[in-house]
């Protein structure tokens, strides 16, 4: 059986269609979402170092809907690209019977692997300016590529950019992109929360490749950052809100037609405009040059048909001045990192508290019950048959005050014993006192018994 050279597809080179999933085996899993998994995997005969993307094909919506359209139009556009900045789609692998891990009809995409996403790595590395400019000169490049070809990503991400250890930063995940866009009428529940623009957050159909644009924006921001994005909001509302502060109030004088998309009413009509923006880039940012506050200006600007394209933002100054991005080759190697990885180091100390508390859990003494009352069934498994009783009204069978002075009575702790006298006399401060005291009591008795 053919095996499929990098980069190409074997939909024609292997005769009867796609391989099966016994050609691969798999590794460890490198992160999950909404449309499937991604797994790190070997191939059997060459050894190559792969990723598997299964799809989730539900039973009910795949008999009712089919395959899912996502996956057919990453299949689609992938098969086309073919670029340095682009994920390279291999081929298409099936389970036509039931194996371990997979049910019969899954299907998986093969990628080459990368060792590292972008969320995984500025959360570990902290990057030079130099690094910065390599990165997203790449990131560009790769953008510059599908929009001349018609393709709009619409899920630009931290997570979605693929790294490697030779220095390569490529486009993953096309499960959102769209081609043939000019003329439909698009969703606007693209693009995650944080790095979505603000046309998109305020119910516009119709849009185009500066959608992208504002989420290499967001990206470039949270380089410059360290990796703290800039508008992590955690609804839409919020990240509109946080929007607002950074880039302002969008209204009709910097932003002509704004007042007429859906959702401008539910978002912006109680604000007032402003003069300056709360939170402006230039304070957020004045640890950065010029240049790059200039070209970060220009990818976060409010009205879209403004903002910055991927072939302007490469031939910005900012490329072009020292220090010069650094040769991609020529970056460290880093161990390999993923989100997946990020999150369980992130959950990993809360997990040691919980182990640490179950250990440290003080014992369970058995719990006492009043004399007479026999012990719950419940607590009498695993024990010998408890001796019987003898009938006693239950609490229930009494009023609450017959109850209670029944509790109290018989859970009371025994009365100590008398404390013996001293040679069975009564003991006195002298023997003087002691007998007139006597004398008295005698004549006393002597006046009362006449």
């Not at 500025?122 to 393709?151: D, E, I, T």
């Not at 159909?205 to 644009?213: E, F, I, R, S, W």
């Not at 949270?222 to 809100?241: N, Q, S, W, Y």
């Not at 200039?294 to 072939?311: F, N, V, Y």
């Amino acid at each position: 059986m053919a095996v499929a050279a990098l980069g190409q597809l074997n939909f024609d080179e292997v005769p009867g269609g796609c391989r099966d999933f016994d050609t691969f085996e798999k590794l460890r899993l490198l992160g999950q979402g909404t449309y499937g998994e991604v797994s790190l995997a070997k191939e059997k005969r060459t050894g190559e170092i792969v990723a598997l993307k299964k799809l989730k094909l539900g039973k009910e919506n795949y008999e009712k809907e089919g395959f899912p359209i996502t996956a057919i139009r990453e299949i689609k556009i992938l098969s086309k690209l073919r670029h340095e900045n682009v994920i390279k789609l291999k081929e298409i692998v099936t389970s036509p019977v039931r194996i371990p891990g997979h049910d019969a009809g899954d299907i998986c995409m093969v990628f080459e692997y990368m060792d590292h996403d972008l969320t995984g790595l500025v959360n570990r590395v902290r990057f030079s300016v130099p690094q910065v400019k390599c990165y997203m000169s790449q990131l560009l490049k790769g953008l510059h590529y599908c929009h001349a070809n018609g393709v709009l990503h619409r899920d630009i991400k931290s997570s979605n950019l693929l790294i490697n250890n030779e220095g390569s930063l490529k486009l993953g995940d096309f499960g959102l992109a769209r081609k043939d866009y000019q003329n439909a009428k698009l969703t606007n529940q693209v693009v995650t929360h944080w790095y979505r623009p603000p046309e998109l957050l305020l119910g516009a159909t119709k849009y185009g490749p500066a959608v992208d644009m504002w989420s290499a924006g967001c990206i470039f921001a949270e380089l410059l950052c360290h990796g703290r994005p800039i508008f992590d909001g955690k609804t839409e509302a919020d990240v509109m809100k946080k929007i607002v502060e950074v880039c302002g109030v969008p209204d009709e004088v910097n932003w002509p037609g704004v007042s007429e998309l859906p959702l401008y009413n539910t978002f912006l009509k109680a604000m007032k405009p402003q003069q300056r923006p709360l939170r402006p880039l230039s304070e957020t940012f004045r640890h950065c040059d010029s240049h790059a506050l200039e070209l970060l200006e220009k990818l976060l600007t409010l009205d879209p048909s403004k903002r910055i394209s991927a072939k302007d933002a490469l031939d910005a100054d900012y490329f072009w001045t020292d220090p010069l991005p650094c040769d991609p080759k020529s970056l460290p190697k880093y161990e390999s990192s993923h989100e997946l990885d990020i999150q369980k180091r992130k959950q990993q100390p809360l997990q040691d508290e919980e182990n640490a508390a179950k250990r440290q859990k003080p014992v369970q003494y058995k719990q006492q019950h009043p004399r007479g009352i026999p012990t719950p069934s419940h607590q009498q498994s695993g024990q010998a048959e408890a001796r019987e009783q003898p009938y006693r009204p239950s609490y229930r069978s009494q009023s609450p005050v017959a109850a209670w002075s029944r509790h109290r009575y018989e859970s009371r702790p025994p009365r100590p014993p008398p404390r013996p006298s001293a040679g069975g006399r009564r003991c006195y401060q002298s023997d003087r006192s002691a007998s007139g005291r006597d004398s008295n009591m005698r004549s006393r008795s002597r006046h009362l018994r006449y």
